[in-house]
């Protein structure tokens, strides 16, 4: 007897960046039925504190819909007493307003939140008392949930060691606990892609070697330190390129054409491409991809840089260390401008990082992701 169908009720407020990146990766690869309830990438602190009362709305009326057409169930998923088998949400939905806002329509669903970051680490700029809610909406999210899951094990770590320090900010009441709460129902899994585009780029390499900052400009990437480094090997006469392949937001506009004008005619890219396709092929046309980011939970667009045959350059810090080799990870700036001009001076071969990225292809992780849902299902009341 073949296995019942599946239905997943997928909920993504901010429906872009990697995000975007790994729904659109797995979700087609488990070859289940599913809703997407999304929402555009933008302002994502008001996605953190509304898209619970949006996809509430919008989920009690697929539901009602579901079942005036299906007054006795689903003949062909025998066993289901609902729409939707489980509850896919990633870290921006506050999935215990969501959870009491839907009520029935979700009753008895298993749920499963996904952390591509959490909030209790986010370096924040200016720290006031309302980015308070954000963190703690993270916890009441893990609390709210059968299961979580995380894309390294140092975001996962991280949120355990910070959230009862969190928790005694409070002027009273420290519940007690949330750390083991949260870690019996926690596992990893790592973010797939899917590597198709990076296999099918051309690879049309220039004269000199191109290195590639593949992030987008906001502050927690650190693209002034990337500049800074580049801007000096530049100074020394050194000829390399330079491609800058991140979005940029309206605050940060100006401050980005003007730092990608201080590199010149080594500048042969500066902006978000136009085009998967495109984005693939600048990849696969460069030697070398740095990060500098002062905040980071997994990094996808530098296993995507890997892929696309970079040798990569990341801090020794954050989720790295999990992820890359020593090799790959440098201490401080100035190590990193020493790598580089090695780099730029002895032009690193083709397909350096390949190896590496291929432990998190969707084709590597798929049996992961059937694994856990098989054990949401299982929870379903």
């Known amino acids: 007897m073949s296995a019942p169908a599946r239905r997943l009720l997928v909920l993504e407020p901010y429906f872009g960046g990697s995000h975007r990146a790994v729904l659109e990766c797995l979700l087609p690869a488990l070859g289940w039925e599913y809703d997407l309830l999304s929402l555009p990438p933008r302002k994502w602190k008001w996605r953190m504190r509304g898209s619970a009362i ?32 489980a509850v896919f949400a990633s870290t921006f939905v506050n999935l215990a307003e969501f959870r009491g806002l839907a009520g029935e329509a979700v009753a008895g669903v298993p749920t499963a939140m996904y952390f591509h970051e959490n909030q209790l680490v986010y370096p924040n700029r200016h720290i006031a008392e309302w980015d308070l809610q954000f963190p703690l909406t993270n916890v009441t999210s893990a609390l709210a949930a059968d299961e979580c899951w995380w894309n390294t094990q140092w975001n996962l770590e991280r949120f355990l060691e910070e959230v009862d320090p969190f928790i005694r900010q409070f002027p009273d009441h420290h519940p007690r606990g949330l750390a083991e709460a949260v870690a019996e129902r926690s596992s990893v899994l790592h973010p797939p892609f899917d590597p198709d585009p990076f296999d099918a780029a051309l690879v049309q390499r220039g004269s000199y070697c191109r290195i590639v900052w593949p992030h987008r400009w906001e502050h927690d990437k650190d693209p002034e330190t990337f500049f800074r480094v580049v801007s000096g090997l530049a100074d020394e006469g050194l000829d390399f390129e330079v491609a800058v392949a991140g979005q940029a937001f309206l605050e940060t506009a100006e401050s980005f054409v003007s730092a ?47 892929a696309a045959g970079c040798m990569p350059l990341v801090p020794d810090r954050l989720a790295y260390p999990e992820l890359y080799p020593v090799a790959m990870r440098y201490e401080s700036p100035e190590a990193l401008a020493a790598r580089l001009r090695e780099l730029i001076e002895r032009r690193p071969a083709p397909g350096q990082g390949r190896a590496l990225a291929a432990r998190y292809t969707i084709d590597a992780l798929l049996p992961e992701y059937r694994t856990a849902f098989e054990r949401l299902f299982a929870l379903a009341r």
């Open 54 to 85: 949006t996809f509430a709305s919008e989920t009690r009326r697929l539901d009602s819909d579901w079942r005036a057409a299906h007054p006795h169930g689903e003949p062909a998923r025998v066993g289901a007493r609902g729409r939707w088998d």
């Open 260 to 306: 990608g004008r201080s590199l010149g005619d080594r500048l042969v890219h500066l902006g978000e491409p136009e085009s998967r396709e495109a984005y693939a092929a600048l990849l696969a046309s460069s030697d070398v991809a740095v990060s500098t980011a002062v905040n980071e939970f997994f990094g996808l667009a530098m296993i995507e840089a890997s």
